[in-house]
């Protein structure tokens, strides 16, 4: 069993390592493609829904975690980025992240990959505008951030190799992590309990799921060949994909920073928020 267990580790951590590699080198090299002061300018346009695209592609392009986009979104907010726009920004990056997304599709299929991009860009825009129409905005609390500067890359190999050895440091390790996980529920544990108590058309599973990884801050790298596994021994892809965006969405760590530029209200609304995406998106994928 433990031999089928390393045997499934190194295959499936194999196929992680050339796929991230790659993608993650591509990734870096396009980036200095993206003219960011002219994103700026459309994010503070007038045009709201030319702003939320903008906002969308400004998440894509630049893959954050949940609290590494906090120092992105006080930036914003001081540069008087529309509050509804900035909203979309902190919805979407943490899932909207182009590695991962190319890796859900490699190992899920591409159409789960461009359903859960869809799906998670649509509701960022809707949750976004929703929070700014509900009157929101006024629970900010006045953040004044220095040092923060974000300018247009040049292209360069050599600058591209050094991005992607920084992510294979930071995000590699969470990725052999999952595979390791896989690894081991796909040797030890049996098909028929997966199937039996949280596999098939439990639509209920789905809700608890996503309070489940709300607090848990599982990174979607971890999540990727965890959820393979997952699915193959049949566990519904509805509760695994409110389980990723629940995690990925936020984390205690970027409530607590939340905290620091939101009032109470708005981070309860944050939380609700997170939890209603990843339940509608889990749910969606059911009908899908």
């Not at 949280?198 to 789905?206: L, R």
Request: aromatic share 10%; net charge positive; glycine share 6%.
């Amino acid at each position: 069993m433990w031999l089928e267990v390393l045997n499934s580790f190194l295959w499936i951590a194999l196929e992680l390592t050339v796929l991230f590699i790659g993608i993650s080198f591509a990734i870096s090299l396009l980036q200095s493609f993206i003219p960011y002061e002219k994103v700026e300018k459309f994010l503070a346009g007038k045009n709201a829904a030319l702003g939320a695209l903008m906002a969308l592609v400004f998440a894509f392009v630049t893959p954050f975690c949940s609290c590494s986009t906090i120092p992105v979104v006080v930036n914003l907010l001081n540069k008087k980025i529309r509050f509804g726009i900035v909203m979309v920004f902190l919805f979407s990056s943490p899932v909207l992240d182009p590695t991962i997304i190319t890796l859900m599709a490699a190992m899920l299929g591409a159409k789960v990959a461009i359903a859960y991009t869809i799906i998670t860009s649509v509701l960022s825009v809707i949750i976004g505008f929703t929070l700014e129409r509900l009157g929101f905005e006024r629970q900010v609390k006045q953040v004044v951030m220095t040092g923060f500067n974000e300018t247009s890359k040049s292209f360069s190999l050599k600058a591209a190799l050094v991005e992607t050895i920084g992510l294979m440091k930071t995000v590699y390790p969470y990725l052999i992590i999952g595979a390791a996980i896989g690894a081991v529920i796909h040797g030890v544990v049996p098909t028929e309990w997966i199937t039996t108590y949280i596999g098939g058309d439990k639509w209920w599973m789905v809700p608890i799921a996503a309070i489940i990884g709300i607090p848990l801050y599982i990174r979607l790298s971890t999540m990727i060949p965890i959820s393979q596994i997952m699915i193959a021994k049949g566990m519904a892809l509805g509760p695994v994909m409110a389980l990723m965006i629940s995690s990925a969405g936020a984390s205690l760590p970027e409530l607590a920073l939340l905290n620091s530029i939101f009032k109470k209200r708005l981070v309860g609304a944050f939380v609700v928020s997170v939890f209603t995406m990843s339940t509608i998106s889990g749910l969606l994928f059911y009908i899908i």
